[in-house]
């Protein structure tokens, strides 16, 4: 029987913290404090963060008309199985295609069940901090995305800025997932090396930010048993 390794439990998420990478043009984190133990008996920190900071879920609103806010994605999607494939063999910058999920460097063809999290692992996520990063990640093509959407996965994860390439202007990757009533989560980080080729029970729930497109999320992986 399978079982989860709570105490087992690795953290696949960035820290939110100031100076950290976002995505070019978006609202920098800033941490500041706006009353400190020394000067005011108690500590309080002023928090500005893009929806869209480190680690965090895209909603189907980001990007459909009329669809579902981060707020309104039921809670128990976020807890569920995940199998972590490995396409860190797609050069640094380019498109993931089908072909490379089939060829996984780490493990046999992964078994992709219907209402399973994919969680792909570029290898992105290494070159965290580095200015180069944030425009040269790797992707999904939009056949991928398409093949994501008919093996019925409940989202999909990436260990990069975005599914989509950073010069794309029509976001196709995020429409197509985002448009089938899956969630995204990006900006995974890169302990989810670990885990390569292997299933884990991810759970991933975002801030409940209210009405809005998306949200960080400190995302948890939790080993299982064979
Ligand atoms: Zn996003």
Redesign the pocket.
Known sequence: MTEYLFEKMVDLSHGLENGMPVYPGDTRTSLEPMATLSKDGVNLTKVILSS?AGT?I?APS?FIRDGITIDQIPVRRFAGEATVIDVSGTAIGSAVTIQDVGMAKTGSQPEIREDDIALLFTGSSELWGNPIAERKYTYLSEALAEYLVARRVRAVGIDSF?VDSFDCTTFPVHKELLGHGLY?I?SIANPLRQFLGKRIFLMCAPLKLTSID?APCRCLAIPMTD
Do not use: A, L, Y
């Open positions: 869209h965090h895209d980001h975005s995204i990006e998306g």
